[in-house]
């Protein structure tokens, strides 16, 4: 019988770097060997996924700071509601004659004409009150001196500086009456008069009457 036949092992072809080259059908003997396993993930790769994250967030928190920021700096810039406007004083009731009795405890006469009545307040908050009135000479002396008020009588007239305060502009051909005194049935109230006379027989009474401590 022949003899058995040997068949020779050829040892794989080592490219050189020692890389492994398989014989393919139709391939290049010199191509290194495929991997076929799937791409392993690093350490790296995670750590720039987390820094992605983080960066992220700290773009959408500062957003939200900045929208905070604007938010509160157009409240401000509104500024608190103004105070409201404050309820206007009652009107005073009654006729000028019983308001001016009620607040100075003096009764203008009977005879009076043209009565005025004006009514404020001080620079500390007092009250305080204003009138004027003509009547004939003697119902003026008589009202001035009612009441215990004290009567100095001044024949050179009123200075400039009684005119400009009782705003008495009337010429007075005998001087110049004032009357002084404080009620303290009224509030205390401190009551000041000056009376002028225009004529021999008329008088123009002029009264400031404020509340006193």
Same mark, same amino acid.
């Given at each position: @019988? !022949?003899?058995?036949?040997?068949? !020779?092992?050829?040892?794989?072809?080592?490219?050189?770097?020692?890389?492994?080259?398989?014989?393919?059908?139709?391939?290049? #003997?010199?191509?290194?060997?495929?991997?076929? $396993? #799937?791409?392993?993930?690093?350490?790296?790769?995670?750590?720039?996924? $987390?820094?992605?994250?983080?960066?992220?967030?700290? $773009?959408?928190?500062?957003?939200?700071?900045?929208?905070?920021?604007?938010?509160?700096?157009?409240?401000?810039?509104?500024? @608190?509601?103004?105070?409201?406007?404050?309820?206007?004083?009652?009107? #005073?009731?009654?006729? @000028?004659?019983? $308001?001016?009795?009620?607040?100075?405890?003096?009764?203008?006469?009977?005879?009076?004409?043209?009565?005025?009545?004006?009514?404020?307040?001080?620079?500390?908050?007092?009250?305080?009150?204003?009138?004027?009135?003509?009547?004939?000479?003697?119902?003026?002396?008589?009202?001035?001196?009612?009441?215990?008020?004290?009567?100095?009588?001044?024949?050179?007239?009123?200075?400039?500086?009684?005119?400009?305060?009782?705003?008495?502009?009337?010429?007075?051909?005998?001087?110049?009456?004032?009357?002084?005194?404080?009620?303290?049935?009224?509030?205390?109230?401190?009551?000041?008069?000056?009376?002028?006379? @225009?004529?021999?027989?008329?008088?123009?009474?002029?009264?400031?009457?404020?509340?006193?401590?």
């Amino acid at each position: @019988p !022949p003899p058995p036949r040997h068949t !020779p092992r050829h040892p794989t072809p080592r490219t050189p770097g020692g890389r492994t080259t398989v014989r393919t059908p139709g391939g290049d #003997p010199t191509a290194p060997a495929s991997d076929d $396993r #799937p791409p392993t993930r690093t350490s790296g790769g995670r750590t720039a996924a $987390r820094t992605r994250s983080r960066r992220s967030a700290t $773009r959408a928190g500062t957003a939200a700071a900045v929208l905070l920021a604007l938010a509160a700096a157009a409240l401000t810039a509104c500024g @608190p509601d103004p105070d409201p406007t404050p309820a206007p004083e009652p009107s #005073p009731t009654g006729s @000028p004659v019983e $308001r001016l009795a009620d607040f100075t405890g003096l009764t203008p006469p009977e005879t009076a004409e043209d009565i005025d009545v004006t009514e404020d307040t001080t620079g500390d908050d007092r009250r305080r009150m204003t009138a004027s009135f003509r009547t004939d000479r003697a119902a003026a002396d008589a009202f001035c001196a009612a009441d215990g008020l004290d009567v100095y009588h001044d024949p050179e007239g009123p200075t400039e500086e009684e005119r400009e305060a009782f705003a008495a502009g009337a010429d007075t051909v005998d001087g110049a009456t004032t009357c002084r005194g404080i009620s303290a049935e009224a509030g205390p109230v401190q009551r000041e008069i000056l009376v002028l006379y @225009p004529e021999d027989d008329h008088a123009s009474v002029h009264v400031i009457a404020y509340e006193y401590d």
